[in-house]
Every structure is written in C-alpha cells, then in structure tokens.
C-alpha cells in the first residue's frame, strides 16, 4: 500500500466514528494546505516574522 494512500487511511480512522464526508474532505484539504505551506517553506519561499509584523502593522493601524 501506498505510503499516502495509508495516512490518508490513518488519518480517516483518527476522527470520531460520526463523521461525514464533508467533514473527511475537509481534513484532507486543510492536511493537503499544511504540506504545501511546509514544502514552501522547505525551499525557502517563506516570510520573517519580522516581514510579518510589517505587513500586519499596516492592516491594523488603519
């Protein structure tokens, strides 16, 4: 078995036994965003704190 393939099968057997397929789509949309933003971050695509703080100063001085 595909080593995707069985965390998606450990993932869905992690949530509560009434659980429903908008509810196991979402978790494997927010696990799929997770991976993408640590693959980014793996090549170096991220931002500093400090270039975070900037850009949020600006949205919350106004």
Known sequence: MSS???KVIE???SLPVE???DDI???LYF????DVGLKE???GKGI?????E???SKWLTK
């Open 25 to 27: 789509m979402a978790e």
């Open 41 to 43: 971050l793996d090549e």
């Open 54 to 56: 900037k850009r949020m």
């Open 19 to 21: 659980v429903t397929v």
């Open 4 to 6: 995707v393939k069985q």
């Open 48 to 52: 500093t704190h400090e270039e975070v």
């Open 31 to 34: 696990k799929l965003q997770v």
């Open 11 to 13: 993932m869905i057997q």
